[in-house]
């Protein structure tokens, strides 16, 4: 069960700016960081940011998080063919004392 | 190079129990928090369970609770995932992933290559 809602889909040319959004309640984004995972097709899922808003290294800077009250954004900027991928947000929620995961966004290289 | 590696899954019949392990190498395992996280092919990321570095605090996610159990073996670097009473709807590739850090709250960072559990008659 997803507790936190995003856009099932997103897309832009080569080179656009996407921006996918995340959107939580109190109990988990609201008093909780958000983290981001990357997954390519048939691969395992890899944490893109972490901390609402830091890059592990190797995570190149055209990706970037940002949160503001209960909702989180992830935004792709000079979109590239190889970031046609499923995107994920999570954070911790407080009353069920575990991780919840978003619903999902698969991001199309037009 | 952080490295998870999961192995125990395959095909169980309803009702019936698997365990599953994950070997982890290139990192303190006993610094960080573990986590199972499982994926229906085609569907999104559910949480199945998170243990602490010491294994002290242990959660489950509610579709699994009173069913599995999450253990660590920090002498063995490793962490596994008893699975009992199986159903159908736990039919799903495990991830076993490492923590950001010590506490289960903290994050998933690394994630293994995953390992298939088939519930079916």
């Known amino acids: 069960q997803s507790v936190l809602t995003q856009p099932p889909s997103a897309s832009g040319t080569p080179g656009q700016r996407v921006t996918i959004s995340c959107s939580g309640s109190s109990s988990n984004i609201g008093s909780n960081t958000v983290n981001w995972y990357q997954q390519l097709p048939g691969a395992a899922p890899k944490l893109l940011i972490y901390s609402n808003d830091q890059r592990p290294s190797g995570v190149p800077d055209r990706f970037s998080g940002s949160k503001s009250g209960t909702s989180a954004s992830l935004a792709i900027s000079g979109l590239q063919s190889e970031d046609e991928a499923d995107y994920y947000c999570a954070a911790w929620h407080d009353s069920l004392n575990g991780h919840v995961f978003g619903t999902g966004t698969k991001v199309t290289v037009l | 190079e952080v490295q998870l590696v999961e192995s125990g899954g395959g095909l169980v019949q309803p009702g019936r129990s698997l365990r599953l392990s994950c070997a982890a190498s290139?990192?303190?395992?006993?610094?960080?928090?573990m986590h199972w996280v499982r994926q229906v092919p085609g569907k999104g990321l559910e949480w199945v369970s998170g243990?602490?570095?010491?294994?002290?605090?242990?959660d489950y996610g509610d579709s699994v609770k009173g069913r599995f159990n999450i253990s660590r073996d920090n002498a063995k670097n490793s962490l596994h995932l008893q699975m009992n009473s199986l159903r159908a709807d736990d039919t799903a590739l495990y991830y076993c992933?490492?923590?950001?850090?010590?506490?289960?709250?903290?994050?998933?960072?690394?994630w293994g290559q995953g390992t298939t559990v088939t519930v079916s008659s």
């Open positions: 992933i490492k923590g950001v850090g010590a506490a289960r709250r903290d994050g998933m960072d690394v």
């Open positions: 290139g990192f303190t395992f006993d610094d960080y928090a």
């Open positions: 243990i602490s570095w010491n294994g002290g605090s242990i």
